[in-house]
T-cell receptor, first 115, second 108 residues
């Protein structure tokens, strides 16, 4: 069975550029999460979708970050303009049903470096 | 908000037992997860507790005390492949919050 698929796996770009991260959740999962992981702050929830609708975006750092889920099988996280402090590993995760008691399945992450 | 505390690192010998603790403060508690994360990889699910007590799953066991806001993950018969970060995640306030993880280093 295919797991959560993220692309690209690695991205290196200069500050000011637009960055788009992509995620395909596990088929049949109706909840999708975007996380950011750094050594300093650990794993932080950025935004959470349920049935393609954003439910909680309180973790989105600022207006430079936006996320969309146009359908059940695809989501994007966009940073525009990017800054060096955005450098981190970005994970997408999905789960089914009530995420309070269902484990989340994580993609392999996108390692983002902003120069 | 939620506050989750985990010790940062511990070293243990192959074949030994190690206990990883997690204390938390949250409202509307609705479950606690443990995840394993190897360096450079994604977190993977290990266990889930919502009621007080011990859940055993092979070499791994997880304990929860809701009144104390405390959980631990017990790793038995340590193997080299168990060297990883172990993340405690608490579901409260309708969201899942992760601790920063406890790095376990297994030595021969």
């Amino acid at each position: 069975d295919a797991g959560v698929i993220q692309s690209p796996r690695h991205e290196v770009t200069e500050m000011g550029q637009e960055v788009t991260l992509r995620c395909k959740p596990i088929s049949g999962h109706n909840s999708l999460f975007w996380y950011r992981q750094t050594m300093m702050r650990g794993l932080e929830l950025l935004i959470y979708f349920n049935n393609n609708v954003p439910i909680d975006d309180s973790g989105m750092p600022e207006d430079r970050f936006s996320a969309k889920m146009p359908n059940a099988s695809f989501s994007t996280l966009k940073i525009q303009p990017s800054e060096p402090r955005d450098s981190a590993v970005y994970f997408c995760a999905s789960t089914t049903g009530d995420s309070s008691n269902q484990p989340q399945h994580f993609g392999d992450g996108t390692r983002l470096s902003i120069l | 908000g939620q506050n989750i505390d985990q010790p940062t690192e511990m070293t243990a010998t192959e074949g030994a037992i190690v206990q990883i603790n997690c204390t938390y403060q949250t409202s509307g508690f609705n479950g606690l997860f443990w995840y394993q994360q190897h360096a450079g990889e994604a977190p993977t699910f290990l266990s889930y507790n919502v009621l007080d007590g011990l859940e055993e799953k092979g070499r791994f066991s997880s304990f929860l005390s809701r009144s104390k806001g405390y959980s631990y993950l017990l790793l038995k018969e340590l193997q080299m492949k168990d060297s990883a970060s172990y993340l405690c995640a608490v579901y409260g306030n309708n969201r899942l919050a992760f601790g920063k993880g406890n790095q376990v280093v297994v030595i021969p």
